[in-house]
């Protein structure tokens, strides 16, 4: 008893976190299961199908593929617009600089369905085609506040005494930026262009209203759910899941080995 | 491109503590402008002028056959208001209902990433965000087999007596979770989780330990030095975690429709269906506005009484 009441906060933490991984781990178990009718809900004996043949199912591959280039697409549009507003309202002072913070803060306190209906009447009033390019519009508008947020956290913790030495030193602003601007505020955008890829990827509720009748993989799922759900997709939620994790784990070692390399 | 360090105009006065507003020339004044130009003006087109847009439509009258007019016809507000305020309780109070149990939940997990960890804490991170990369409508899916009405779940809640306790309360029916407002909050909280935890556990961290340490040599109990040194330093965490579950979550409509029934929808399926199916643009329009309106009413309601106004 008073061990659990020494560790409440450890066993409460715990389970939360088993909370979050619990469906995770179902869509693992049943990326093995052979289901009887269209729907995968009930496990039924084991096989590996699915994984053989992850393409084996009609459009969802190449929704994978439209999801792919629009979540690019968007992560270079919203990460290059993004890191230059950034840079703007970290360092310099300007007129209107609250109007603009308070553009940037808005879509983030919306609810995305608003955005998605105001958005469709936009097109919809000047008659643009829903497709590709008005679900790649919508999505550089939505990721990109929060790749402005994310450059600005690394930025302001920047010094700019080093941006001075590089000019005592005779580097030319080109220079300086190029050769020491970018790099300090490199993680930064790294973080913002990879938050705006995965916002991207997995956006349902905005393209479900912008998409027309291009499908991508998160409309592909909602859709199947009415139609019946192929194991395939448990195959790739299950491979994203280990994607993920390997790129930490693998980024983990670098930084780790960088560190070593750094401490003689 | 300059490519010379110019001179500073002598005329410009050197603005105190600042070293980015040194005085600078005409040419390097406008330097902010170009950087803000193209990302500003994307959001005034296609987030600004589509509420605009939205706004005109919502007073329009008319069919899509025959067209649409702006009558400035503010009854569509009222109607939509009195056929679908349900929708709209039923939204605040679920997405309200998650936003709690995210605190509940969350506050623990972040504390103890934040505090107890030790080496493990970019482990724990990392299961914390790992979960994320699958798609959320798949592991939403993935709940239906989890609360399927002869699944684990359901068996020991009955068995435990817990769903007659719960379909009393009318959370549940019919001896079964899946189509039940608790299916619906479960999967709300689940999927907002860690919008609760990043932010929690980010003012978590920047709390000094040693404040702990001085509390408890001042003989505070662990619990008093919770209440008044941990979570008034967690402030912010907690303040920009309720925003971050409460407004996406007031407006999501994807757990109410794959976890919910007829009787669970939320205000989101309902513009969404106007909007798309029955293609009747102004109430859709009108809806939109409303539980726009209502979130930043709430929220900055909220933020005034939080007494962080800071945060934006």
């Known amino acids: 008893m008073r061990w659990i009441r020494r560790n409440a906060v450890v066993v409460a933490g715990l389970l939360t976190l088993a909370y979050m991984i619990l469906p995770n781990l179902v869509v693992l178990v049943f990326s093995f299961n052979k289901p009887k009718g269209r729907f995968n809900y009930a496990w039924q004996t084991f096989s590996l199908d699915a994984w053989k043949d992850p393409c084996g199912v009609a459009d969802l591959c190449e929704s994978l593929t439209l999801s792919f280039q629009i979540a690019v697409w968007a992560t270079i549009g919203a990460t290059v617009l993004g890191t230059m507003i950034a840079f703007a309202l970290v360092r310099y002072r300007f007129r209107a600089r609250g109007a603009v913070n308070s553009l940037i803060f808005l879509p983030m306190a919306m609810p995305e369905v608003v955005m998605a209906a ?22 550089i508008m939505f990721c990109l506040s929060f790749v402005v947020t994310a450059v600005k956290a690394r930025v302001m913790s920047m010094d700019p005494k080093l941006e001075e030495a590089a000019r005592d030193l005779y580097a030319g602003p080109v220079q300086t930026f190029v050769r020491v601007t970018l790099p300090i505020a490199a993680p930064g955008i790294a973080a913002g262009a990879l938050l705006a890829f995965a916002l991207s990827f997995d956006d349902f509720i905005i393209t479900n209203f912008n998409a027309g009748s291009s499908v991508t993989f998160p409309m592909f799922v909602w859709g199947s759910a009415q139609r019946g759900t192929p194991v395939q997709i448990n195959v790739v939620g299950t491979a994203m899941f280990a994607v993920a994790v390997l790129m930490v784990i693998g980024g983990q070692l670098i930084s780790d080995r960088r560190k070593k390399a750094a401490t003689p | 491109m300059t490519t010379t360090e110019a001179p500073p105009a002598p005329a410009a006065p050197p603005p105190a503590a600042d070293p980015a507003v040194r005085a600078v020339p005409r040419r390097r004044r406008l330097v902010p402008y170009w950087l803000l130009l193209p990302g500003i003006l994307w959001l005034l087109v296609f987030f600004a002028l589509p509420m605009v847009y939205q706004a005109s439509t919502s007073v329009q009258t008319g069919s899509l056959e025959e067209g649409f007019q702006v009558t400035w016809h503010f009854q569509t507000y009222w109607e939509a208001l009195q056929e679908y305020y349900p929708h709209f309780v039923r939204s605040l109070l679920y997405a309200g209902t998650a936003t709690v149990l995210c605190l509940v939940l969350g506050y623990p997990l972040a504390y103890l990433i934040a505090f107890k960890a030790g080496r493990r804490r970019n482990l724990l991170l990392v299961l914390v965000i790992a979960p994320f990369f699958t798609s959320f409508l798949i592991r939403t899916l993935a709940w239906k087999t989890i609360l399927a009405d002869d699944g684990a779940v359901v068996g020991a809640l009955d068995t435990l007596r817990v769903l007659d306790v719960t379909s009393w309360l009318g959370w549940t029916a019919d001896d079964r979770v899946l189509a039940t407002p ?14 609760m935890i990043l932010p929690l556990y980010t003012s978590l961290e920047r709390i000094d330990g040693r404040l702990h340490e001085a509390a408890g040599d ?3 109990r662990p619990a008093t030095t919770f209440r008044k040194v941990t979570v008034p330093l967690s402030m912010p965490g907690i303040v920009s ?4 579950t409460f407004i996406p979550a007031s407006g999501d409509y994807v757990n109410a429709e794959l976890l919910g029934s007829t009787d669970t929808k939320m205000v989101g399926s309902v513009i969404q269906s106007q909007f798309l199916r029955v293609l009747d643009y102004p109430t859709a329009a009108a809806l939109s506005f409303i539980l726009m309106a209502v979130v930043l009413v709430v929220v900055t309601v909220y933020i005034r009484r939080s007494g962080t106004e800071d945060l934006v």
């Open chain 1, 118 to 139: 105001s958005l469709l009447t936009l097109f919809l009033n000047m008659g643009a085609e829903l497709g590709f390019w008005t679900v790649l519009i919508a999505h």
């Open chain 2, 218 to 220: 001042l003989y505070a």
């Open chain 2, 241 to 244: 975690g309720t925003l971050l």
């Open chain 2, 182 to 195: 608790m299916a619906v909050v479960c999967g709300l909280t689940y999927n907002f989780l860690p919008f």
